[in-house]
């Protein structure tokens, strides 16, 4: 199969003014050919000015670009076939995706992820559409009113007379799966309930929150609930192997295994290959070989937990180990497979040890096993993060000719490679060609364009982005969110930025960490450090991390104004909250706001 060849043709227009390539990128993203009315409503498309702007869920955001006095780019028209064209290259198709792993505060590249085909995923999942929408929207909204306020939000629940199911409780915990104070009131309610009973699900869901914020005596509490119940599942045990594992706990990790063993829960080597997979995953490589050299006698290793040693000593750059794992492995008579390649070839790149990494690709190549997709894409994300892109398209070239075909996640690494270069002509080219191939872009194709506009400070755009996003029935992650309202902080637009954060609950997303820092920070650089307080109050609350903030810059406004029952409030609700470190820094504030009101009334 010979090579596409807009491929040849983008490296010969490298010289092609950037201001014309994003020109016809811009217009691609926020013209639509579809729509030739002059208005839409009921949440459909809103026409102005001769220029469609998707609305498909009214997004209150949306509109109000529509309307900003603010823009820090004028948009510039284009003829009417260059933008049917540039449109029709994200198509109009509706197609789905999962939710994206996009660092709030920057990735090197949106295909760059530590996620590779070796190991076990788990996690708790909810139902896809929920049972009882409007009964989950309806306890969400009790739960989020009432749980900071002296009212009782039980009593308010009680009398909501809720027919308590198990999707439903599973659901509601997923909006505050970053909330644990609110998320755990609401399972401790539910479980008082008459005629409810949780079930695996319900405990497990909770498990996932508790682990998540490393609540472990009260996760390991629910764990021996569950067992004296007989509803323990190997989820459970995952959840807090991988719990204790990123905490870098490896005896409590460890621990698990011998709890599983208390409740005569079955131990064959695939539980095995999961508690090992989750210790090389959270760095602990040699925790994990540790454990299997204990173990090893017990049960028959198979291809995958040597895979899961490889991919540990390889997450930690011991290439060493790695090659005696390699090797134990094949003394045991088996033969390394494209998994184990695939993982040895992410070792090799990780460690800076690109030659090696390429000999090793070509052995593949010529003695097999031959490279597949992921192979191929390992090795493009790795040129395009040093932006050695015309070796990143030999490479595609070389897939092509292979007869392997390309996949969302392999443009998505060229997308963001020519994107960080501003090459945006060929951006438009790789999305054109996407659609054509029948691999439209996903949701982490959308998430690098997104990261693409907001690196470029330019809020809108990536708005406009999410809005054909929407369109195109790709449903955002909470990372989506947060890169578009940090972006319209970084250019100052507050009101923006806020907004986003209200489509984002509006949505049902549940702000996280990240989410709660990009909002404090940008009110707080925008001289709003009272907004920013309820919502740091909000985060101690719903007992969640505190921010990384500039507490210094915050505490000024308030000292200033001479308020130091602010900072004695911030410090009691941190404290309870065991935020130690935020607590001494708040009562600090407040003795230097009370010895500065005590100095200026002597003067007075």
């Known amino acids: 199969m010979a090579p596409p060849p807009w491929l040849y043709l983008s490296m010969r227009r490298s010289s092609i003014r950037n201001t014309h390539s994003f020109q016809r990128l811009h217009c691609f993203l926020v013209c639509s050919s579809s729509f030739n009315s002059d208005e839409f409503i009921s949440g459909q498309t809103r026409v102005t000015g001769g220029r469609g702007f998707s609305a498909a869920s009214s997004l209150p955001f949306s509109r109000m670009i529509q309307s900003s006095t603010y823009h820090p780019h004028r948009q510039v028209s284009l003829p009417h076939s260059s933008v049917q064209l540039l449109d029709a290259s994200l198509g109009f198709r509706g197609f789905s995706s999962g939710s994206s792993d996009v660092s709030d505060d920057g990735i090197e590249s949106e295909c760059d992820n530590d996620d590779d085909d070796v190991g076990i995923e788990t996690g708790v999942s909810c139902a896809e559409s929920s049972t009882y929408p409007e009964e989950v929207e309806r306890v969400c909204k009790v739960i989020d009113e009432l749980f900071a306020l002296d009212r009782n939000m039980e009593a308010v629940l009680n009398e909501m007379k809720l027919d308590l199911s198990h999707d439903l409780i599973v659901e509601v915990l997923?909006?505050?799966?970053?909330?644990?104070?609110?998320?755990?009131?609401?399972?401790?309610?539910?479980?008082?309930?008459?005629?409810?009973?949780?079930?695996?699900?319900?405990?497990?869901?909770?498990?996932?929150?508790?682990?998540?914020?490393?609540?472990f005596e009260t996760m390991v509490s629910i764990l021996e609930e569950m067992?004296?119940?007989?509803?323990?599942?190997?989820?459970?045990?995952?959840?807090?192997?991988?719990?204790?594992?990123?905490?870098?706990?490896?005896?409590?990790?460890?621990?698990?295994?011998?709890?599983?063993?208390?409740?005569k829960f079955k131990i064959g080597v695939e539980t095995i290959n999961c508690l090992l997979d989750s210790l090389g995953r959270a760095k602990l490589g040699k925790e994990a070989q540790v454990l299997f050299d204990k173990l090893k006698e017990r049960f028959t290793p198979n291809m995958m937990t040597y895979t899961v040693l490889l991919n540990g000593w390889c997450r930690v750059r011991n290439l060493i180990e790695a090659a005696r794992i390699w090797n134990d492995m094949i003394d045991q008579g088996l033969k390394p497979d494209i998994v184990a390649h695939n993982v040895m070839l992410e070792g090799l790149l990780r460690s800076r040890k690109k030659s090696d990494a390429i000999k090793l690709f070509h052995v593949m190549k010529s003695k097999g096993p031959c490279p597949n997709v992921r192979s191929y894409t390992i090795m493009i994300r790795d040129f395009c993060k040093q932006s050695s892109m015309e070796t990143a398209i030999e490479y595609f070239d070389d897939m092509v000719d292979s007869g392997l075909q390309p996949d969302a996640a392999v443009y998505t690494c060229l997308i963001t490679g020519f994107g960080t270069q501003r090459k945006l002509d060929t951006v438009y080219e790789l999305l054109k060609e996407m659609q054509e191939k029948g691999h439209p872009p996903d949701g982490k194709t959308y998430n690098a364009l997104i990261k693409l506009m907001a690196n470029q400070k330019m809020p809108e755009h990536a708005t406009r982005v999410y809005n054909k996003m929407i369109q195109n029935e790709i449903e955002p992650s909470i990372h989506t969110f947060n890169m578009i309202m940090k972006s319209y902080f970084m250019v100052r637009n507050d009101e923006m930025g806020r907004a986003v954060w209200e489509e984002m609950i509006?949505?049902?997303?549940?702000?996280?960490?990240?989410?709660?820092?990009?909002?404090?920070r940008g009110l707080i650089g925008e001289g709003k450090s009272r907004e920013a307080c309820r919502y740091l109050e909000e985060m101690l609350d719903k007992g969640m991390k505190t921010p990384l903030i500039d507490y210094n810059k915050f505490a000024a406004d308030f000292h200033r104004g001479g308020q130091p029952e602010i900072f004695e409030e911030l410090a009691q609700r941190a404290k309870f909250s065991g935020k130690f470190a935020a607590a001494e820094i708040f009562a600090r504030w407040a003795q230097m706001t009370r010895r500065r009101c005590k100095q200026r009334f002597m003067e007075d």
């Open 506 to 520: 509006k949505k049902g997303i549940c702000p996280d960490d990240n989410s709660y820092t990009v909002l404090i």
């Open 227 to 263: 067992g004296t119940k007989g509803l323990l599942t190997m989820e459970t045990f995952t959840i807090a192997m991988k719990a204790f594992a990123a905490a870098k706990e490896r005896k409590k990790a460890v621990g698990i295994f011998e709890l599983m063993k208390k409740y």
């Open 174 to 215: 997923e909006r505050f799966r970053h909330a644990r104070k609110p998320a755990f009131r609401f399972f401790c309610w539910a479980a008082e309930k008459q005629g409810f009973a949780h079930d695996s699900r319900t405990y497990d869901s909770m498990m996932s929150i508790l682990a998540k914020t490393r609540q």
